[in-house]
């Protein structure tokens, strides 16, 4: 069962949506419609690292994530032992779910790689507000555009060499759910382990420690448990773009 974050009125807690990482849903969406969501009396609800969200094909919200990372994993071809993965990791910002705006009993696997809050909110009073508020409904159209054409960039071109694109998915996440050190400029990525990253580029594991450990030994990343610190987020991109 997911800890629930003590009732926590929704003006309270959720200052600073247009903060989030540029191009997220909650970047985007205004101030009015901002207000129009938040008269449903939405609260922020805790998970766990290794919790999962439950986007089951029984639930019936949509969730705004407010801070922490997720893994969703999807199965195109069944979910079955073995079965193929189409991996994404999303952050703050981003609304997951969102197939449940037309499809209630659509279900994707939703794993917080660490404590995650979201919001959650009915899909049929979200779809209320897409039908009232126009600007709110071109927030989330453009938000699901940026978000498909970054990952068209960081998780399909499987052409790459398994650097750059090991890489390019480290920039990425330094640019979407990355914390930056005011001191020293460094940006710590917390939640994906190698694992993960191997998962999401359908790299071997063995392929994706090489990367990373060439990207360790030429001091772009530190790499620890489940965190990596990115010292030179630019030279990532540079790997990203072939240069």
């Given at each position: 069962?997911?800890?629930?974050?003590?009732?926590?009125?929704?003006?309270?807690?959720?200052?600073?949506?247009?903060?989030?990482?540029?191009?997220?849903?909650?970047?985007?969406?205004?101030?009015?419609?901002?207000?129009?969501?938040?008269?449903?009396?939405?609260?922020?609800?805790?998970?766990?690292?290794?919790?999962?969200?439950?986007?089951?094909?029984?639930?019936?919200?949509?969730?705004?994530?407010?801070?922490?990372?997720?893994?969703?994993?999807?199965?195109p071809l069944g979910d079955w032992a073995g079965?193929?993965?189409?991996?994404?990791?999303?952050?703050?910002?981003?609304?997951?779910?969102?197939?449940?705006?037309?499809?209630?009993?659509?279900?994707?696997?939703?794993?917080?790689?660490?404590?995650?809050?979201?919001?959650?909110?009915?899909?049929?009073?979200?779809?209320?507000?897409?039908?009232?508020?126009?600007?709110?409904?071109?927030?989330?159209?453009?938000?699901?555009?940026?978000?498909?054409?970054?990952?068209?960039?960081?998780?399909?071109?499987?052409?790459?060499?398994?650097?750059?694109?090991?890489?390019?998915?480290?920039?990425?996440?330094?640019?979407?759910?990355?914390?930056?050190?005011?001191?020293?400029?460094?940006?710590?990525?917390?939640?994906?382990?190698?694992?993960?990253?191997?998962?999401?580029?359908?790299?071997?594991?063995?392929?994706?420690?090489?990367?990373?450990?060439?990207?360790?030994?030429?001091?772009?990343?530190?790499?620890?448990?489940?965190?990596?610190?990115?010292?030179?987020?630019?030279?990532?991109?540079?790997?990203?773009?072939?240069?």
């Amino acid at each position: 069962m997911p800890s629930i974050a003590p009732a926590n009125r929704s003006a309270d807690l959720l200052l600073g949506h247009e903060k989030k990482p540029k191009g997220s849903f909650l970047q985007r969406l205004s101030a009015d419609d901002w207000r129009f969501l938040l008269q449903d009396d939405l609260r922020g609800r805790s998970f766990g690292q290794d919790e999962h969200l439950p986007l089951g094909p029984g639930d019936r919200n949509v969730y705004m994530i407010w801070d922490g990372v997720v893994r969703q994993d999807r199965f195109p071809l069944g979910d079955w032992a073995g079965a193929p993965t189409v991996t994404r990791f999303r952050g703050g910002g981003q609304l997951v779910g969102e197939a449940k705006l037309i499809t209630p009993d659509s279900a994707v696997r939703t794993r917080c790689l660490t404590r995650t809050v979201v919001i959650p909110c009915r899909a049929r009073r979200f779809n209320v507000l897409l039908g009232r508020r126009t600007e709110a409904k071109i927030a989330l159209l453009r938000s699901l555009e940026d978000r498909n054409r970054s990952d068209e960039l960081v998780y399909t071109l499987t052409t790459l060499p398994p650097l750059e694109r090991t890489g390019g998915l480290l920039a990425h996440l330094a640019d979407t759910v990355g914390s930056r050190d005011p001191r020293t400029g460094s940006v710590t990525i917390t939640g994906p382990g190698q694992k993960d990253i191997a998962a999401a580029l359908q790299l071997a594991v063995s392929t994706t420690e090489n990367a990373l450990r060439t990207l360790r030994y030429s001091g772009v990343i530190e790499a620890r448990y489940r965190q990596f610190v990115v010292h030179d987020v630019d030279a990532l991109r540079h790997l990203d773009a072939g240069n």
